[in-house]
């Protein structure tokens, strides 16, 4: 591969994510995810268990299960040479965030992730590229925890928001510092869960003026400013309106899709039903466990019996503040709780693009379209929707979730 033909699409904490921008028509729609170095924060002798086989295999056996495998985004694995990632760091260190760069792509790597890549179709109309516009959201925490075994002294977790919460704990801690830090957004997940129109469409308009990492936008594959010209000249054409109404009307199909769409529904329902203990439940499992279980990273086949006996009902929970499970017990609902940390943290990508109305019907099941009416060429408005970012979580993080949510409670 060519380091020349890829650019830089966006990371997180573990990955570096490029496209595809070359003259390979195998590759158009894909996309190159990079594991970046360990965490300056974790022992230099424990890199990440996981593999890339095993998130990919991680991602087939539980999260396509739970949320529908037509959410999961396939992908395959690639050879990757040592010369290619020096060079292709080289190339796109210009484009990534300053507060990014201290953190380099691991050279040591020998394969990466090649994804379809859900901010842009790879189609024609009229002899031309459709025009792509896709929207990233991270829905986060989409429930107020019930279990019993949260201490009294934190009762404010089951009437207030997760998110909410940790937004004023980080901007508290920017003020203590006295340096410009965090600035707390209006945005509630609950209100994007709610199903209820007007909470739904309150959610992105709150995101409007401080995304943070929450909305992020993309034209034909490329990210968008939110508050550029630009963003708002291409929303313009693309859904034939006036610029000052381009968010409006982006946003209002937004609102429709989700409360139209299944992804989010099923994301509630499984971070509740994984994580009923609460962190307050499953930090005591994990610090009475054998170091050998707590280190022990499953394979895919006991994720795999974990996720098929979930989604069974077969798995019994007794909520009583004397909860004492057995280690294969304990082992099971810490597994669980990471599922939900999983779906927690994910991404939900909604593509749009418009196409003639007499084009044939959808056969994804991934996509639908909505008809524009007032459409003067007889456009319908395509879309797909899926989920980024559900890679599995470190059982040995779990001290650290729970120091965390008691700093943001307290």
Excluded at 167 to 182: I, M, N, P, R, T
Excluded at 229 to 242: G, I, K, N, P, Y
Excluded at 300 to 322: F, N, P, Q
Aim: glycine share 4%; proline share 8%; with cysteine.
């Amino acid at each position: 591969m060519d380091p020349g033909h890829w650019a830089y699409k966006g990371e997180g904490n573990a990955n570096l994510v490029l496209s595809y921008v070359g003259p390979d028509a195998a590759l158009l729609g894909r996309v190159l995810r990079l594991r970046k170095a360990t965490d300056d924060d974790l022992n230099a002798h424990s890199p990440s268990p996981f593999s890339l086989d095993y998130e990919i295999g991680f991602q087939r056996h539980v999260i396509a299960p739970l949320l529908g495998p037509e959410y999961v985004a396939p992908a395959d694995l690639v050879e990757v040479t040592a010369a290619f990632l020096e060079e292709v760091s080289r190339h796109v260190s210009a484009a990534r965030p300053p507060g990014r760069r201290s953190r380099p792509l691991d050279l040591s790597q020998s394969h990466a992730a090649l994804i379809k890549d859900l901010t842009y179709v790879p189609r024609q109309r009229d002899g031309e590229a459709v025009r792509t516009i896709a929207v990233e959201i991270k829905p986060k925490w989409g429930f107020l925890p019930t279990s019993p075994l949260i201490a009294p002294e934190h009762e404010v977790k089951r009437r207030t928001c997760r998110y909410c919460m940790h937004q004023q704990w980080k901007a508290k801690l920017a003020a203590q510092k006295q340096h410009d830090g965090h600035v707390a957004n209006a945005f509630c997940p609950l209100d994007l869960y709610s199903r209820d129109r007007a909470r739904v469409r309150a959610a992105f308009d709150a995101l409007l003026p401080n995304p943070q990492n929450n909305l992020r936008l993309f034209v034909d594959g490329q990210p968008t400013s939110l508050d550029s010209d630009q963003a708002r000249s291409v929303l313009a054409e693309h859904f034939q309106t006036v610029a000052a109404n381009a968010m409006d009307v982006l946003f209002e199909h937004l609102t429709n899709i989700l409360l139209s769409d299944n992804l989010l529904p099923r994301l509630q329902q499984h971070q509740r039903g994984l994580d009923p203990l609460d962190i307050e439940g499953v930090f005591p499992l994990y610090d009475a466990m054998p170091e050998h279980l707590r280190t022990a990273v499953p394979t895919l086949d006991e994720w795999k019996e974990i996720t098929d006996a979930y989604c069974s009902g077969a798995t019994e929970r007794r909520l009583a503040v004397e909860y004492q499970p057995s280690s294969a017990e304990s082992a099971r609902v810490i597994r669980e709780y990471l599922i939900s940390a999983t779906l927690k943290d994910c991404s939900v990508i909604i593509t749009l693009w418009l196409e003639s109305a007499k084009q044939s019907p959808p056969t994804e099941p991934n996509e639908s379209v909505i008809l524009l009416p007032d459409s003067p060429d007889g456009s319908a408005l395509r879309y797909r929707i899926g989920v980024l970012d559900v890679d599995p979580k470190r059982a040995a993080k779990i001290p650290a979730h729970f120091l965390l949510d008691r700093d943001i409670v307290e």
